[in-house]
């Protein structure tokens, strides 16, 4: 799998666990609708899924999704949230996605 094909779905995985989780801390927090529920639970079974279409093993993979996700996050946080993200966060995800690229391409080399 390309690195470009793997950070592309884990996007995309990354997307799927935060809309999964966002819809009902709009629901229990915001008083937004239940109806919410339902594409929240369609979007985590995305995410599920999209999960096991890597082809390393899951530990591995859930690593390296981890750098992913922390960066999504705090793009989510700006973009939905409209909270800009403060130094730290962005150092933060900076390290994480250092830590992302070691695992993958350490586990590329061997």
Sequence with gaps: ???????????????AEIV??????LWLQRGKS??????????LVA????LTLHPT?????????G????TVALLWLWLVEGQRPT???????????AGMAIIVLGARSR
């Excluded at 239940?34 to 979007?43: E, Q, T, V």
């Excluded at 995410?47 to 999209?50: D, P, R, V």
């Excluded at 750098?67 to 922390?70: F, L, N, W």
């Design 47 to 50: 995410f599920a899924w999209l």
């Design 57 to 65: 093993g899951a530990g591995r993979t859930y690593a390296a999704y």
């Design 67 to 70: 750098g992913i996700y922390v």
């Design 20 to 25: 999964g989780c966002y819809l009902p801390y």
């Design 87 to 97: 130094r730290w966060d962005l150092l933060g995800g900076a390290v994480t996605i």
């Design 1 to 15: 799998m390309t690195l470009l094909r793997a950070g592309g779905l884990f996007f995309m995985t990354a997307i």
């Design 34 to 43: 239940a109806l919410l529920l339902l594409p929240a639970a369609a979007s």
